[in-house]
């Protein structure tokens, strides 16, 4: 079994790109403690690579318009090259009406409809950094997806859905697996590389694997304050071909492409 580490995965990334003094806004509006930890890790990142970072926080209530009237004026501050709104959104506001009032030119997370459009397209510049970590590692690693049965659980906004179609653009063969999948077992035992973004601790025990496939395990969670994948390691370690381990796997890696698009969005410059 292999372990699929991101750590040289993101220094492989951190070479290619060249540190410049910008800033972006933070928006939050969470007590997510997942979300929060991620946040402080990727603000101290930021900073090597002479990133500042202005974070702008929010009681959950916040309602759509004070945010989108915080974003327009954010879009028009010349010393804000990128702005970030840290997901999940409380229940009440619509991603769509607040990604759609990102400045296309400040839409470090491409989750603008027209950053994310645009890979329908086959065209890929600013991508959501999660869903491009997994592509950056199955390069990495040399792991062609072309014909592959690739099964990804999860099809949310910033990871699902826009990893599907960068694995489509690829020439894998995709399925999108969701709450209402029926027979889940059933189609991810078909699935050569696995993917899995649902957030729940140990959801991906052995009975769901093809022996021999490949696991990647987005997943983010915490059991007792220690942060775990969607897939019980331990369980499935000795029949898969290989595995991305968390903490170590995506993780890094996304971060690093965070940084990248920043400074990708900051320079208009393209690797
Ligand atoms: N490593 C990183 O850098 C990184 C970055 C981003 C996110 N994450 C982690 O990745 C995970 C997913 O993030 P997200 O933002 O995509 O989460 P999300 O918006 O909550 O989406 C979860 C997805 O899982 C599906 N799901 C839930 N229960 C399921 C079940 N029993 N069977 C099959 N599918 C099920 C949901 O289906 P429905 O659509 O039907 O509700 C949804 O599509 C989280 O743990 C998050 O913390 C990690």
Redesign the pocket.
């Known amino acids: 079994m292999e372990i699929l580490s991101g750590k040289p995965v993101a220094q492989k990334i951190y070479e290619r790109i060249k540190p410049k003094p910008i800033k972006v806004a933070i928006l939050i509006i969470t007590d997510d403690m ?1 979300a929060i930890t991620y946040l402080k890790s990727k603000v101290k990142k930021f900073s090597e690579f002479q990133i500042q970072s202005e974070i702008i926080s929010f009681d959950s209530n916040i309602s759509e318009k004070e945010l989108v009237l915080k974003i327009e004026e954010l879009n028009k501050r010349e010393d804000i090259n990128g702005i970030f709104v840290e ?2 959104l409380p229940k009440h506001i619509e991603p769509l009406n607040i990604f759609s009032k990102i400045s296309i030119s400040k839409d470090v997370e491409g989750l603008n409809p027209i950053n994310l459009g645009k890979i329908l397209y086959n065209q890929e510049f600013i991508v959501p950094s ?1 869903a491009k ?1 997994v592509i950056e590692l199955l390069d990495y690693y040399n792991i062609n997806v072309e014909g592959k049965n690739v099964v990804v ?4 906004i ?3 859905k826009p990893l599907s179609l960068l694995l489509l653009n690829r020439n894998a063969t995709i399925t999108i ?5 029926k027979n ?1 077992k059933d189609i991810t035992r078909s699935a050569d590389i696995l993917i899995s ?4 601790a140990k959801f991906i025990t052995r009975e769901y694997i093809k022996e021999n496939s490949i696991i990647i395990d ?4 915490y059991i007792d304050n220690k942060l775990v994948g ?1 897939v019980d390691f331990e369980d499935v370690k000795d029949i898969v071909k290989a595995i991305t381990p968390v903490p170590g796997g ?2 890094p890696i ?1 971060t690093a492409i965070t940084i990248e698009n920043c400074l990708k969005i900051s320079s208009n410059y393209w690797l």
């Open positions: 997942s997901m999940p999660t970590a659980i999860g099809r949310s910033i990871v699902g697996c969701h709450s209402k999948t889940l973004a649902v957030g729940k987005i997943g983010t969670n969607d995506i993780g996304t």
